[in-house]
């Protein structure tokens, strides 16, 4: 595996997802290096690996994201707290939470205790809630944004599969709007497709993941 070239100016921008489970440690190493070399702002990684990054990127300005509740977010709210809480010890500097699909079609004060319950777990540290955008409803995105507003967490991590919202800068402008200013939001792109990486800053995000 190796980072894909793209605009240096975009790189302050970017984040690359490691998920990979044949990536052996000298491969990891690597790619580490190569984030640190492209100037990227961060990695996300599986909370078992948060460790071997932190080693392997130490004196870089490089971000450890932890990955929680990944690949689907089905797992138990305790689950997730203690994954969440063993990733922060490991050294991540931030957390990403996956939300669940079935969570957001369920019981509304079952879902906001469960996310409440993993925040105050983090204390003061920067946590992200994620979701699959082209998974969702109509009503399942109400009910994030409503989700969002009412626990306040700093970031929200819109994930797409590649050509399934061309309108994507669109959405996020919209879902800009509706949420605190206060609540940052990162996007994903190509990074084959620099203008869609323009248009997605340029509408609100903060981050881009890149979709590799």
């Not at 000298?26 to 948060?50: I, T, W």
């Not at 990054?53 to 450890?64: G, P, Q, S």
């Not at 792109?189 to 248009?199: F, H, I, N, Q, T």
Request: with cysteine; net charge negative.
């Amino acid at each position: 595996m190796s980072i894909p070239e793209f605009s240096v100016h975009l790189a302050r921008w970017c984040e690359l997802p490691v998920f990979s489970a044949r990536l052996v440690p000298k491969d990891f190493k690597d790619l580490c290096a190569q984030a640190a070399d492209r100037g990227l702002a961060g990695l996300v990684v599986p909370s078992g690996r948060v460790m071997e990054a932190r080693t392997y990127l130490e004196d870089t300005e490089v971000k450890v994201v932890a990955a929680i509740g990944f690949p689907a977010g089905a797992m138990d709210a305790d689950v997730k707290r203690y994954e969440a809480e063993a990733a922060l010890d490991n050294g991540a500097h931030e957390i990403e939470l996956l939300v669940g699909l079935h969570s957001l079609g369920g019981d509304y004060p079952t879902l906001t205790r469960e996310l409440r319950d993993v925040i105050e777990a983090l204390d003061e540290a920067p946590i992200r809630l994620s979701v699959p955008l082209h998974q969702l409803q109509p009503e399942e995105t109400e009910r994030f944004v409503e989700v969002v507003q009412e626990i306040g967490p700093d970031w929200v991590t819109l994930d797409y599969a590649p050509g399934s919202m061309p309108s994507l800068p669109l959405v996020l402008q919209t879902l800009r709007k509706r949420i605190s200013a206060k609540v940052q939001i990162k996007g994903h792109a190509l990074p084959s497709d620099p203008g869609s990486m323009e248009a997605l800053l340029n509408a609100g995000a903060m981050k881009l993941g890149l979709i590799v």
